[in-house]
């Protein structure tokens, strides 16, 4: 698989996924579900893709493109529905990039947070070439983040021993109808497994719990080389503290580690200050510590810290850091050959201080 850095990105869907393009799995158009001037233009346009046969038959190569499955309040076709269907017309055996989308005929937090993860397991023998997934491929303009609900995406990889790509996109618990609350307790997202192909693991969200650096940490993943966390916030769940991180930046467990994100915090100061003297560092390629609220102090912490001129990349993207501090992290950092990003400096939001409500910085993603 190819980098994802053409990820899809949180403000709106993207068309590639994985190096693929992504394709929308289409459903069938049921003339007896429309309105007489939607069955006139289905007329119109030849009256195709009536069955899940058809919609196959227009399909491109399953193994071309990136699918993406999402019912997107579609009251009358449920999501386990849109997924058998998914299997009926297209030869799975070949798919080798998923995005599972809106998985709700509803409101999300009327299902299950794990529905689709239950949905996609229970087919795992279907997607024997499955290699890269995106679980929660949603983007803020059909649902903010923080609505995703948190569920446990441990199941994925315990169902595909052969996955190499994994990203999950989720927000905070949620109690769905008639249930009890899930991914409030301190389990949710993700627990300690082996899995010994995974390259690739990215957990976005406003607000990660406290628990889940320590269990990236804990898991076994000898194969992975890049990781992506995104912290968050505290009113949207981000429990996570410096302390959470201690055992993570030791990577005992990530020996062939050579990317490393710890982005979208509003402490990223003191995560820059962390990091500057984690072992983790030294075994590293590219540091990602953009996305957040990073500023002076951050920024002297890295240069203060353990060397970073072996890294190829440093992003620190979407920043706080004075004018008179960027040109000293380009004569100590980027004069060495490192890429460095620094673009995308924010102003200060001058009301939340004017509200005593912090010193006006802000992460990227939050709601």
């Known amino acids: 698989m190819s980098d994802a850095g053409a990820a899809m990105a949180i403000w709106q869907y993207g068309d590639t996924w994985a190096g693929l393009p992504?394709?929308?799995?289409?459903?069938?158009?049921?003339?007896?579900?429309?309105?007489?001037?939607?069955?006139?233009?289905?007329?119109?346009?030849?009256?195709?893709?009536?069955?899940?046969?058809e919609v196959g038959a227009a399909a491109p190569d399953a193994a071309e493109v990136a699918w993406a499955l999402s019912v997107t309040y579609a009251r009358d076709l449920p999501f386990a529905d849109l997924f058998a269907g998914f299997v009926e017309a297209v030869d799975t055996t070949r798919v080798r990039v998923l995005l599972l989308g809106y998985w709700a005929t509803g409101l999300l937090s009327e299902e299950p947070p794990d529905h689709a993860i239950r949905v996609l397991c229970a087919h795992a023998d279907r997607f024997p070439a499955l290699?890269?997934?995106f679980v929660g491929a949603i983007a803020s303009e059909e649902h903010e983040i923080s609505w995703i609900p948190r569920g446990d995406v441990t199941p994925v990889l315990e169902a595909f021993p052969q996955l190499e790509e994994l990203t999950y996109r989720f927000g905070q618990p949620v109690r769905p109808r008639g249930g009890a609350q899930v991914g409030g307790d301190g389990t949710g997202v993700?627990?300690?497994?082996?899995?010994?192909?995974?390259?690739?693991?990215?957990?976005?969200?406003?607000?990660?719990?406290?628990?889940?650096?320590?269990?990236?940490?804990?898991?076994?993943?000898?194969?992975?080389?890049?990781?992506?966390?995104?912290?968050?916030?505290?009113?949207?769940?981000?429990?996570?503290?410096?302390?959470?991180?201690?055992?993570?930046?030791?990577?005992?467990?990530?020996?062939?580690?050579?990317?490393?994100?710890?982005?979208?915090?509003?402490?990223?100061?003191?995560?820059?200050?962390?990091?500057?003297?984690?072992?983790?560092?030294?075994?590293?390629?590219?540091?990602?510590?953009?996305?957040?609220?990073l500023g002076d102090a951050g920024?002297?912490?890295?240069?203060?810290?353990?060397?970073?001129?072996?890294?190829?990349?440093?992003?620190?993207?979407?920043?706080?850091?004075?004018?008179?501090?960027?040109?000293?992290?380009?004569?100590?950092?980027?004069?060495a050959g490192v890429d460095i990003d620094l673009s995308d400096a924010m102003d200060l939001y001058e009301w939340l201080i004017a509200d005593g409500a912090g010193d006006g910085r802000y992460v990227e993603v939050s709601e």
């Open 190 to 293: 993700l627990r300690p497994v082996r899995h010994a192909r995974l390259r690739r693991l990215t957990l976005e969200t406003g607000g990660l719990p406290a628990h889940v650096p320590a269990v990236v940490a804990a898991c076994d993943f000898p194969a992975l080389e890049h990781l992506d966390l995104w912290l968050g916030v505290s009113f949207y769940g981000g429990e996570t503290t410096v302390d959470d991180l201690t055992d993570l930046l030791a990577a005992r467990n990530l020996p062939r580690l050579r990317h490393l994100g710890l982005m979208n915090s509003e402490m990223q100061d003191e995560v820059a200050a962390a990091v500057a003297g984690a072992p983790v560092v030294a075994q590293l390629e590219s540091l990602d510590l953009s996305m957040g609220s």
């Open 131 to 133: 290699r890269s997934l």
């Open 22 to 53: 992504v394709h929308w799995l289409a459903r069938p158009h049921d003339p007896a579900r429309m309105t007489p001037q939607e069955r006139n233009i289905w007329e119109l346009g030849g009256g195709q893709q009536s069955t899940w046969a």
């Open 299 to 335: 920024a002297e912490a890295l240069l203060a810290g353990q060397p970073l001129t072996h890294l190829r990349k440093l992003s620190l993207r979407h920043h706080f850091i004075s004018d008179a501090m960027r040109t000293r992290l380009d004569a100590q950092i980027a004069s």
